[in-house]
């Protein structure tokens, strides 16, 4: 069964047992399936492996994750063996293993031109990535101005790299996926009323202290929070299937009703889920999550 190669942040591995009870029943006459804030697929992989949709549609606005999906879509063997070439490479004890780290990072950062690339050297940058993605702090994925990954190394004793075989899972899964690297909007053009769309966009900060974070480039803020709840709107006129996940403000801030006004014409449920990837351990426990879906 194919599963997440990634670590990534808001990752839905915990929450895929709410969301399957929360699916609209007629989920089995649906078409189309709509996935445009793909991150790490934990949502997508679990949909193919039990349902039979028609067509499939997943983006995302981040080029070197779409460039992931790309390639283990096309090419499973050259990621395969750059990245068992990685693996065997990388040593054993914590100091070398950190020298080799930033070696990677370093090759991985001089050169950012995708569009110039052979399909050769896509693949290896994809293996790149899955290894930096694997034994960097916490899984992170940030880029600084220049577009250069600035995550520094993490502190795993046995970081755990995906097999052979389960990257062969992930592309058998993938076969007729169709990938794009677009903002979510695109989404209307691939969608009638045979269609569900699930929407898992960045979250909107839980407390007033990380607010600041909301300024940062290609960072969604409350006003990319409100366009998404109007586009929404659009789709449920078109009889299109929603549903939609974000953090619950009134984890930090009791009486924050921000997105139950936003998405007050809808139904919306708070779940219990427990978050993997924050910096800060004590925020790691239990917080509630929202569920918001238009059937
Ligand atoms: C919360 S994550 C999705 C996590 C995913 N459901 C999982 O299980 O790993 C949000 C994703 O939205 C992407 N993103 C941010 N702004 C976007 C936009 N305007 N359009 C499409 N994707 C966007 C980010 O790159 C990130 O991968």
Known sequence: MAKPFLKWA????????????????EINEVETYVEPFIGGGALLFHMLENYNFKQIHISDINLELVLCYRQLQSSVNDVISSLEKLVDEFPSTTEERSDYFYK??????????????????????????????????????????????NVPT???????????????????????????????????????DKSFVYFDPPYRPL??????????????????QAELASLTKELHKKDVLFLLSNSDPKNTVEDDEFFDELYRDFDIDRVFASRAINSNPDRRGKISELLIKNY
């Open 10 to 25: 808001g990752g839905k591995r915990q929450l895929i047992s709410e969301i399957e009870k929360r699916l609209p029943s």
């Open 104 to 149: 990677i990072r370093d090759l991985w950062n001089s050169n950012l031109d995708i569009e110039s690339m052979t399909d050769e050297e896509r693949s290896s940058r994809v293996a790149q990535m899955i290894f930096l993605n694997k034994t960097c702090f916490n899984g992170l994925f940030r880029l600084n101005r220049s577009g250069k990954f």
């Open 154 to 192: 993490g502190r795993y004793k046995n970081p755990s790299f995906p097999s052979a075989e389960s990257l062969k899972e992930v592309n058998q899964a993938l076969k007729g996926v169709i990938i794009h690297h677009a903002s979510y909007e695109k989404c209307l053009e691939w969608v009638d």
């Open 207 to 224: 407390s007033k202290t990380s607010s600041f974070i909301s300024y940062s480039k290609g960072d969604f803020n409350d006003e990319n």
